[in-house]
T-cell receptor, first 114, second 109 residues
Framework: DAGVIQSPRHEVTEMGQEVTLRCKPI?????LFWYRQTMMRGLELLIY????????DSGMPEDRFSAKMPNASFSTLKIQPSEPRDSAVYFC????????????FGPGTRLTVT | DQQVKQNSPSLSVQEGRISILNCDYT??????FLWYKKYPAEGPTFLIS?????DKNEDGRFTVFLNKSAKHLSLHIVPSQPGDSAVYFC????????FGKGITLSVRP
């Protein structure tokens, strides 16, 4: 398996633009997680899905953020409109379960909003 | 409110010596603890874990110790190698994972 795939790897955009981050989880994993990494806050869980259904989105910072998982092999995280404070590295991870189960992370998308 | 705290942002150790990475937590409901390792431009990868019913788990050069009464865990790396230089995240689970901010370990040759 190729592991968790994220695209793009780098994204530079201007404030106010829409940004879409993409993730392909490992086949067979029932859980998908979106995280954001910043120097100030470390790794924060934004939202996670189980069998394509959003379970907990309490970490999503604002209504400008939305996530979807239309099928078991694809998820998107969208920011509209983007702001400079959204600049961070966004990780997608997948696993067979939640909590104690090992999560497999993608390489991340480094987002810069100018 | 940081429920998982890694208070030291960095640690530098001589090759061959022991590295001790510390982590504190506040939520008594956490029942499983994990350490992840992250190299630059890569995602975190799982390193080692421990259940709250244990106080020690060992895997090769890596040992994690858990002190529930103090709400403290630590990762010991012996002997440290230059390839261990990375960011180490402590994570705790009570249904979902909560990560600390990470600590950057530098192992000097």
């Amino acid at each position: 398996d190729a592991g968790v795939i994220q695209s793009p790897r780098h994204e530079v955009t201007e404030m106010g633009q829409e940004v879409t981050l993409r993730c392909k989880p490992i086949s067979g994993h029932d859980y998908l997680f979106w995280y954001r990494q910043t120097m100030m806050r470390g790794l924060e869980l934004l939202i996670y899905f189980n069998n394509n259904v959003p379970i907990d989105d309490s970490g999503m910072p604002e209504d400008r953020f939305s996530a979807k998982m239309p099928n078991a092999s694809f998820s998107t995280l969208k920011i509209q409109p983007s702001e400079p404070r959204d600049s961070a590295v966004y990780f997608c991870a997948s696993s067979y379960g939640q909590g104690a189960y090992e999560q497999y992370f993608g390489p991340g998308t480094r987002l810069t909003v100018t | 409110d940081q429920q998982v705290k890694q208070n030291s942002p960095s640690l530098s150790v001589q090759e061959g010596r022991i590295s001790i990475l510390n982590c504190d937590y506040t939520n008594s409901m956490f029942d499983y603890f994990l350490w992840y390792k992250k190299y630059p431009a890569e995602g975190p990868t799982f390193l080692i874990s421990i259940s709250s019913i244990k106080d020690k788990n060992e895997d090769g050069r890596f040992t994690v110790f858990l002190n529930k009464s103090a709400k403290h865990l630590s990762l010991h790396i012996v002997p440290s190698q230059p390839g261990d230089s990375a960011v180490y995240f402590c994570a705790a689970s009570a249904n979902k994972l909560t990560f600390g901010k990470g600590i950057t370990l530098s192992v000097r040759p």
